[in-house]
């Protein structure tokens, strides 16, 4: 924590001076999405370069976890994708539980523009690219440019200053969990394979234990998380993709404080009372026992001002962002151009992905929140124009993260795959450029 020169509790030591830099741009809200372009780029470099196969090789290591009859083969790309997903998947989970819980869309009156935005954002871009593609044998990409990725467009709005105001930033937020929601629901429903109804039964077992713990009072995240890794793996095993054993693990876990904000300011101006200067030990000097015993207090009653969810949500958020997702762009977006250039960035497949990402995100999310706010069904944001409501609608045609995982699983690795990486990467680039020049404009 970085606390203002006057009121640092404790001596500066020569690592925090060496940390600095790294601390201040974590704190930028747009350094996901710097991770995210440099992992990007290094894999588009490393993919094309005379180290290819270097590439290629350390993706495919196969790694092996278990023990006795229980054991689980994968290479390292499935691995990245079925497994560090899974967190990232748990993570969205935590925020769509908690939107809907306290946040923008805990009633139906905040919720109904940003869900009619979502929504045209989701069919408009699936029923361009179906119409591009619907002779050929590519439908099934249809569910990549629905996708939007909110670290990449959070960072836009971000990169504009005050040009942007914050309940465009919250519309932004409350459109992208709701497209997240609509994501997980279409990989659950047309991306799964062969349903092995055994791991699918023990799945749904684990996943009543799991809410059985919520009902009863149970609050310590490290035992629904050591279930939770069970309900992956049966996920796992059962045909139907892993990542969506984070998102129902997220809905289990407790959302409640058990100290309320009266609460926490009555017991904390008594236990701070004792550390007053005057009973306040030396520096280096052994504290008091009964400061001991308050500082002991002081800790729980933090603890239980946060929820579980809440406490898992802050402490998995920056490894999400600073890692899984940039390890994720690595091993996803090396787009190999060894049958040419043009084969790729004109096969119907990226046509179909950029088409959708770039015109379809901007015309579903236009088009739909004009009707719910001609219809009185929802307004406009405070302070937020119409053309403000288009910058952010082209700026949701960054779909890199959500569309590069749909990509994975509607093809085999390969040319078609490639060319639909391609699209993702030259929507997501011409969504952001043309959300920047809408929104530039005070």
């Known amino acids: 924590m970085n606390f203002p020169s006057e009121l640092t509790p404790f001596s500066r030591r020569p690592v925090d001076h060496l940390l600095k830099p790294f601390q201040q741009f974590a704190a930028i809200e747009a350094s996901g999405g ?95 690219y179906f119409l591009i593609n619907r002779d050929t044998p590519f439908t099934a990409g249809w569910g990549i440019p629905m996708a939007t990725d909110i670290a990449f467009a959070l960072g836009v709005l971000t990169l504009m200053g005050n040009r942007v105001p914050l309940s465009l930033k919250i519309f932004l937020t409350a459109l992208a969990i709701i497209d997240d929601l609509g994501a997980v629901l279409v990989i659950a429903l047309f991306y799964t394979g062969d349903i092995g109804w055994t791991s699918l039964a023990a799945a749904g077992g684990i996943l009543l234990v799991l809410v059985v713990f919520n009902r009863i009072g149970i609050r310590a995240p490290g035992l629904y998380l050591f279930a939770g890794f069970f309900l992956w793996a049966a996920f796992l095993k059962s045909g139907i993709h892993a990542t969506l054993a984070g998102v129902l693990l997220a809905l289990t876990i407790p959302s409640t404080t058990r100290i309320d904000r009266e609460g926490i300011y009555t017991t904390f101006t008594r236990l701070i009372s004792f550390f007053k200067p005057s009973v306040q030990p030396v520096r280096g000097e052994e504290m008091k026992e009964t400061q001991a015993s308050a500082l002991s207090a002081l800790k729980t009653v933090i603890q239980e001002s946060e929820s579980p969810a809440q406490r898992l949500e802050h402490q998995l958020h920056p490894w999400v962002t600073w890692l899984i997702m940039p390890v994720f762009a690595l091993a996803n977006a090396g787009i190999t151009f060894s049958s040419g250039l043009s084969g790729i960035v004109f096969h119907p497949v990226s046509i179909g992905v950029l088409t959708g990402l770039f015109a379809g995100k901007q015309a579903g999310i236009l088009l739909f929140s004009w009707i719910f706010v001609r219809m009185n069904l929802a307004g406009l944001p405070d302070g937020v124009s119409w053309r403000q409501i288009w910058g952010v609608s082209a700026v949701a045609g960054i779909g890199f993260t959500m569309s590069l995982f749909i990509a994975g699983l509607a093809f085999p690795e390969g040319d078609v795959l490639n060319a639909a990486k391609a699209g993702i990467v030259a929507g997501s680039l011409l969504a952001g450029a043309a959300g920047w020049l809408i929104l530039r404009k005070r």
């Open 34 to 128: 710097i991770l995210l372009i440099l992992a990007a780029i290094a894999a588009l470099i490393w993919a094309n370069s005379p180290f290819s196969d270097s590439y290629n090789r350390l993706l495919h290591i196969p790694v092996t976890l278990g023990a006795g009859t229980f054991v689980i083969s994968k290479p390292l790309f499935l691995w990245i994708n079925d497994g560090l997903m899974a967190v990232f998947f748990f993570v969205a989970g935590l925020e769509i539980k908690r939107e809907l819980l306290y946040g923008e869309l805990n009633s139906i009156k905040k919720a109904a523009l940003p869900a009619a935005a979502a929504i045209g954002g989701m069919i408009l871009p699936a029923g361009l």
